[in-house]
């Protein structure tokens, strides 16, 4: 299993910006893709954002699109999840997690990676 640890979760005023990272103990696919998921108290874990690896493409909940920026710096292994204009509905715990790429889509990753998570709280 891949290692990884998650950093950057806090408590933030409605209108305010957060930035997660997620740093990889190390890559051992060849295609692989990384994401943001998300599970808020009584709800399902919903994906936030994902990319891939070399092709750099990136998709995103419709509920974060325009808000949030994904990216992923490969010198240094790390994910981070750039979070603007933030509304109390993100409020969750937000996970990064990795799977292999068999095809050319991140939804259809199984994502077998997950770190242990980072709260985010957002006060109105």
């Known amino acids: 299993q891949v290692q990884l640890v998650e950093s950057g979760g806090g408590s933030v005023q409605a209108g305010g910006s957060l930035r997660l990272t997620c740093a990889a103990s190390e890559y051992r696919y060849s295609r692989f893709c990384m994401g943001w998921f998300r599970q808020a108290p009584g709800k399902e874990r919903e994906r936030v954002a994902t990319?891939?690896?070399?092709?750099?493409?990136?998709a995103y909940a419709d509920s974060v699109r325009g808000r949030f920026t994904i990216s992923l710096d490969n010198a240094k292994k790390t994910l981070t999840l750039q979070m603007n204009s933030l509304k109390p509905e993100d409020t969750a715990m937000y996970y990064c997690a990795l799977g292999p790429l068999y095809t050319s889509n991140c939804a259809t990753v199984q994502y077998g990676s997950w770190g242990q998570g980072t709260q985010v709280t957002v006060s109105s």
């Open positions: 990319i891939s690896y070399r092709l750099s493409t990136t």
